[in-house]
């Protein structure tokens, strides 16, 4: 059994629970042990870096600390989160002058970091540790037939020198894992693009406009369904894919999935199990046609 600390991040706790359910039906099957950490906080979403960089360091550098003292590296669901995390591990790990001061806040809380944690996502974890060849053989119903456009996003691929699990130009680790559960990868500029949520905030019609533009162009290239590691993209593009589908003038429903629910009902579970009932753009038509 692999054992990881398990930080699902804020989203799949709240708004997005059908991930952490979806997470937790693929860990059980895959023979993943998720160990809990119920003291971990928010990483901050990259909401800190220009408001308290020490309060990053420190908050992700406790984080941090307690899977170092359960003797277990991190593993994510969330693409920021990821980045996140990994940002600080870098830091602390290469600034010995962040990681004193760092460690200094941590004896407050009799805890302290020595830099051997590592932070792997899902989609990697899937990759490296169990290997695709050993997935194919646990699939229970085969996606023969239906095309799959994976949706990288950003922070599970840069920068590049923080996130160092695929090539950021051309990454393959999706693509493989779709024909590994039997599906036809749908290949596509924009799935290494930004969703566009973070700017969500700041100029709302620009963020539309790129998950509509992702999502059009997916749907040109005769995709049945999109399917993201992360719940942000996640929320952009099937929470908003309205909005998103007036800055592109299209009308687009385009069923999106997160990544364990495509494992998942590879590996069997069925359409209540995957939670597809919470989705804003209907699955149901997908998942009767895959006989779900």
């Known amino acids: 059994m692999i ?53 990053k360091l420190f908050i992700n550098g406790r984080t941090l600390a307690l899977a170092e003292k359960m003797g277990v590296d991190i593993l994510t669901i969330c693409n920021t989160c990821t980045l996140t995390l990994s940002e600080v591990n870098e830091e602390l790990i290469n600034n010995s002058e962040s990681l004193d001061k760092t460690n200094e ?50 922070h599970i691929l840069r920068p590049s020198t923080v996130v160092k699990f695929d090539d950021v130009e051309s990454p393959t680790g999706f693509e493989e894992l779709i024909m590994a559960l039997g599906g036809e990868p749908v290949s596509y500029a924009n799935r290494t693009k930004c969703c566009g949520f973070q700017t969500i ?67 069997g579970a069925n359409f209540a199990e995957m939670g597809f009932s919470r989705h804003n753009v209907s699955l149901k038509p997908l998942s009767e046609r895959i006989g779900i």
């Open 3 to 55: 054992r990881y600390a398990y930080y699902p991040g804020c989203v799949a706790q709240e708004s997005g629970k059908e991930l952490d359910n979806a997470t937790r039906f693929v860990a059980k099957k895959l023979n993943i042990d998720l160990i809990p950490m119920p003291e971990a906080s928010c990483c901050g979403g990259g909401a800190l870096d220009g408001f308290d960089k020490n309060l």
């Open 201 to 267: 905030l700041v100029d709302r019609a620009q963020s539309s406009y790129l998950s509509g533009s992702a999502i059009l162009e997916a749907k040109g290239k005769k995709a049945d369904v999109m399917v993201t590691p992360c719940p942000l993209c996640h929320l952009s593009l099937d929470m908003y894919q309205s909005a998103a589908g007036k800055s592109v003038n299209e009308k687009l429903s385009m069923p999106v999935m997160h990544l364990p629910q495509l494992i998942g009902i590879a590996l």
């Open 105 to 154: 806040y941590l004896s407050k809380i009799g805890l302290r970091y020595s830099g051997k944690v590592k932070i792997k996502h899902l989609l990697y974890v899937v990759r490296d540790e169990i290997g695709f060849d050993a997935l194919k053989k646990m699939v229970v119903k085969n996606l023969n037939g239906i095309n799959i456009a994976p949706f990288y996003g950003c």
